[in-house]
Antibody, heavy 119, light 113 residues
């Protein structure tokens, strides 16, 4: 079955850029919307944004100035860049898929990767 | 943004008893053109990602036990577990997808009494 796996540095210094990649295995990345969602320890879920297989994007307005998402259909991967990070960006970052060819609910999630922002 | 507020923040229920979790949206998530409520429920166990339970407010995801049910419309929604099992201990989140600024409730922690 389709699986998602996040990868990237677990430690990022303040003011630097957080970069994560999500690899889609067991199925095609095409014709879906792919999201990044984060969760600080012991807290709730925050949608960061999504990217479509065409490369079109939609970002959370509160993060829009710092977020860039991209997709590489040849590698079945999509990526997140979050610039100028601070301690407030420390969280578990999940990649997730919107169900079907719509932006509705999330039917598939990666296991998540913890990113800590610290000097 | 549509703010999602869950109640209670935590809940302790005896095994075999009913558990009820509420979710209220700051504006209606009922889309009049198709009469669908744009609301989902997720279950998150410790150290795991969220798992989709319910979508369109009341449609159970494939493989989800039928003791889980969703109800409500407009701004007020409920997730009910009819007979609590030990494996249901988790944090539960609601999510609205009416707005393209997707938002979640703060979560409700469900424990065994």
């Amino acid at each position: 079955q389709v699986q998602l796996q996040e990868s990237g540095p677990g430690l990022v210094k303040p003011s630097e850029t957080l970069s994560l990649t999500c690899t889609v295995s067991g199925g095609s990345i095409s014709n879906y919307y792919w999201s990044w969602i984060r969760q600080p320890a012991g807290k709730g879920l925050e949608w960061i944004g999504h990217v479509y297989t065409s490369g079109g994007t939609n970002y959370n307005p509160s993060l829009k100035s710092r977020v860039t998402m991209s997709i590489d259909t040849s590698k079945n991967q999509f990526s997140l860049n979050l610039s100028s990070v601070t301690a407030a960006d420390t969280a578990v970052y999940y990649c997730a898929r919107f169900y079907g060819a719509m932006t509705t609910y999330f039917d598939l999630w990666g296991r998540g990767t913890l990113v800590t922002v610290s000097p | 943004d549509i703010v999602m507020t869950q109640s209670p923040d935590s809940l302790a229920v005896s095994l075999g008893e009913r558990a009820t979790i509420n979710c209220r949206s700051s504006q209606s998530v009922l889309y009049s053109s198709n009469n669908k409520n744009y609301l989902a429920w997720y279950q998150q166990k410790p150290g795991q990602p969220p798992k989709l339970l319910i979508y369109w407010a009341s449609t159970r995801e494939s493989g989800v036990p039928d003791r889980f049910s969703g109800s409500g419309s407009g701004t007020d929604f409920t997730l009910t577990i009819s007979s609590l099992q030990a494996e249901d201990v988790a944090v539960y989140f609601c999510q609205q997808y009416y707005s393209t600024m997707y938002t979640f409730g703060q979560g409700t922690k469900l424990e065994i009494k």
